[in-house]
């Protein structure tokens, strides 16, 4: 027997776990205090005892606010007896601050999967987390789950044989994941300098893409600088069609623009964030499905 408790930024998505899990939705009560503080209590707390408990919570909008709430529920559902307890976060926060870049730096991402586990998660599940060595610093049973496999599958309606490139090399293993389970060829854009005049130009590292239609794959869009760079650099090697699949869409600021003015046609982004976007270019794709047998098929439930 096993029961969900879904975090605020993810309780859109919290039945429909519950129910393929086949665990019961247990609520949580929250409020804010009058200095500005959260409160939150799990609701049924007799029914956690002894059980698994799977926490469900997302990390995006309001990183700092989710990951303290996240924590609390992890403390809660262990004082309250909990067996097991396994945190799924589809968006971790602060992924990308993923090693020292500059002298003086934090290793965020290194603090957030330390105190998810040293509250007492026993497992951490996140969706195409930035960089998988961070998982390691878990010290526990820890699994990443890709979906650009989910989201070519749906962008194949639309093109015609494309081809799927990473924006760089540390993105190949997401498109390399997606077109091997397509039976596509892929390949992702390097950086190369002109030997005579110094210029940097951008290609593909192996093929050439003139006439194909393409579909870019990323983590995560942001400010869409990333994508709008690699959509101009692959036009002016004369693409075709050009889509993007991207696991976690923030769109900060102008990014829809930025990015429709490069050329994408369409951007296909997972169901991974406290937020949805009412914008034609986008489809979001739900890979909650696909998170749970994963999980079942790595016997984390
Ligand atoms: C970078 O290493 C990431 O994988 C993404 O490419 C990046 O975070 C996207 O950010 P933006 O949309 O601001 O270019």
Do not use: C, W
């Amino acid at each position: 027997m096993g029961v969900v408790i879904a975090g605020k930024n993810y309780e859109t998505f919290a039945e429909k776990y519950a129910s393929l899990l086949g665990y019961e939705l247990v609520d949580i009560q929250t409020k804010i205090f009058p200095d500005g503080e959260y409160y939150v209590r799990i609701k049924k707390p007799e029914s956690i005892s002894g059980n698994k408990v799977v926490i469900i919570n997302t990390m995006y909008p309001r990183q700092n606010d989710s990951l303290l709430e996240t924590l609390m529920l992890i403390d809660a559902a262990r004082r309250s007896g909990a067996k097991d307890i396994v945190v799924i976060i589809p968006y971790l926060a602060y992924a990308r601050q993923d090693k020292v870049f500059l002298e003086g730096e934090p290793v965020t991402a290194s603090i957030v999967v330390k105190i998810i586990r040293t509250i007492g998660a026993n497992a951490l599940v996140v969706v195409d987390i930035h960089s998988v060595k961070t998982l390691e610093d878990f010290n526990g049973k820890t699994l990443n789950i890709l979906v650009s496999d989910k989201l070519v599958e749906k962008a194949l309606s639309i093109l015609n044989d494309p081809i799927v490139i990473a924006p760089d090399k540390g993105a190949l293993h997401r498109a390399r994941y997606a077109a091997e389970r397509h039976g596509l060829e892929y390949d992702y854009l390097i950086k190369k300098r002109d030997r005579i005049t110094g210029e940097i130009s951008m290609m593909p590292k192996e093929l050439r893409i003139d006439g194909r239609d393409i579909v870019i794959i990323d983590d995560i869009i942001s400010t869409g600088g990333t994508i709008a760079n690699a959509t101009r650099i692959l036009r002016s090697h004369g693409a075709r069609k050009i889509v993007v699949a991207a696991t976690h869409g923030l769109f900060i600021g102008n990014a829809f623009e930025k990015i429709r003015s490069a050329g994408v046609e369409k951007i296909y982004v997972a169901n991974t964030l406290g937020i949805t976007h009412k914008e034609p270019l986008i489809e979001t794709v739900d890979v909650s499905e696909k998170v749970v047998t994963e999980m079942r098929n790595n016997n984390i439930i």
